[in-house]
């Protein structure tokens, strides 16, 4: 068990709201996309998203 799936859905949740307003903060759409393929990027190459790290 990775120590992301360990510390439960309260960080879970805490991450996906810095995810959804790291991307949302970005003013032209193109910046937005390149951030959501940055996340999607790594997320498949199985790195969690922290902002502990």
Known sequence: ???HAR????AR??????MAFR?????RPAS???RVAQYVEMLQRG????DDH
């Open 32 to 34: 937005r996309a390149a």
């Open 47 to 50: 790195e969690p998203f922290t």
């Open 13 to 18: 949740l805490q991450n996906r709201f810095a």
């Open 23 to 27: 991307v949302a903060s970005h003013k």
């Open 7 to 10: 510390r439960g859905p309260r």
């Open 1 to 3: 068990m990775t120590l």
